[in-house]
């Protein structure tokens, strides 16, 4: 059964987290990662802070090569950038593992992520390559993923969460009768963290259900 693991890492253990050091109010937040070759090329959104800035703060990262702007919506830009695959840390384990990254996001104190296996066993693997490299990983939860009413298609713990309680208390209402931040709150999550729970809520939900390439 497919599993899903959240666990937590330190800045420094993750090349985008080098942002932090000059830019410390900065959110990052990992889209997708692309291994290619002898590179792996991670996609971010990135909240708080100007291009130019962060085009800076980045490039002088060991093993980055390239990095560029791809999209931008209002004060969310998304980024993309080429690692040397040699370099060591929690950015070549989720490359080399065979685990999906469901959602990665980053703040000057820690990451934090969810990722999914197709088994325990799979999650057990990442477990002891992040072990056998010293890569530091605090696992927090691990649980399986949820079908949702009998359909072909699943929602993690956390996002299911996140959308029901949001439902319930009324964030989707017009007018809204509770903020993000509240919601965050209630949870015991942070806004930016509520945030992409919801996005990738919606994704899953549309793609399973509206979405004709699903």
């Not at 959104?45 to 980055?64: C, I, K, L, S």
């Not at 000057?108 to 799979?122: A, H, I, L, P």
């Not at 299911?160 to 999550?189: C, H, K, N």
Request: proline share 4%; with cysteine; net charge negative.
């Amino acid at each position: 059964m497919a599993t899903v693991m959240e666990f937590t890492s330190p800045v420094a253990e993750f090349p985008l987290g080098s942002v932090f050091e000059n830019l410390p109010g900065v959110t990052v937040e990992l889209e997708r990662l692309i291994p290619h070759e002898t590179l792996i090329i991670p996609y971010f959104w990135v909240r708080g802070a100007d291009t130019d800035d962060m085009e800076a703060a980045f490039e002088p990262h060991a093993g980055v090569s390239n990095i560029r702007l791809i999209d931008s919506i209002e004060d969310e830009y998304l980024m993309r950038a080429e690692w040397e695959q040699e370099y060591f840390g929690i950015l070549s384990a989720l490359a080399e593992a065979n685990v999906v990254v469901l959602s990665g996001t980053g703040t000057k104190e820690e990451w934090r992520f969810e990722v999914r296996g197709e088994s325990q066993e799979t999650l057990a693997a990442f477990r002891e390559y992040c072990q056998e490299n010293d890569i530091p990983i605090a696992i927090t939860a691990v649980h399986a993923m949820l079908p949702i009413q009998g359909e072909g298609y699943e929602l993690t713990e956390t996002q299911r969460e996140a959308l029901v309680l949001a439902y319930e208390r009324g964030y989707f209402d017009s007018p809204r009768e509770a903020s993000l931040q509240e919601i965050a709150d209630e949870i015991g999550i942070t806004q930016q963290s509520l945030s992409s729970r919801l996005r990738r809520g919606h994704h899953r939900l549309i793609g399973a259900t509206l979405s004709s390439t699903s």
